[in-house]
């Protein structure tokens, strides 16, 4: 059964940082794109950030760039989403994504990924 499965979330200040992982069991995604979109409370799921299957290529939302930044370790099947400066408006649940299958480039639609995690909660407040 494949899984991903988000952690790191948490309740933090405006101008904190966290670092979600995201851990996938089941099948390696060392050649998947993988991503992270975002849902805050009332709003659609929307893209935050990708990377191809080595890294090589990253992809990131307006409302993100130059604060987050996503990154994966292949060995560990495991990615990463670095986020710094956090604002009350990136409260939402955060979700990671892999393709399934191998792809050479990045991709920003959630239509893109197979594979889903089943969210963590970041909350931040004013």
């Known amino acids: 059964q494949v899984q991903l499965v988000e952690s790191g979330g948490g309740l933090v200040q405006a101008g904190g940082s966290l670092r979600l992982s995201c851990a996938a069991s089941?099948?390696?995604?060392?050649?998947?794109?993988v991503a992270w979109f975002r849902q805050g409370p009332g709003k659609e799921r929307e893209f935050v950030s990708s990377?191809?299957?080595?890294?090589?290529?990253?992809y990131y939302a307006d409302s993100v760039k130059g604060r987050f930044s996503i990154s994966r370790d292949n060995a560990k099947n495991t990615m990463y989403l670095q986020m710094n400066s956090l604002k009350p408006e990136d409260t939402a649940v955060y979700y990671c994504?892999?393709?399934?299958?191998?792809?050479?480039?990045?991709?920003?639609?959630?239509?893109?990924?197979?594979?889903w995690g089943q969210g963590t909660q970041v909350t931040v407040s004013s």
């Open positions: 994504a892999a393709r399934g299958g191998y792809s050479s480039g990045t991709y920003s639609y959630a239509g893109a990924y197979e594979y």
């Open positions: 990377t191809s299957w080595n890294g090589a290529i990253t």
């Open positions: 089941g099948r390696t995604f060392s050649t998947d794109a």
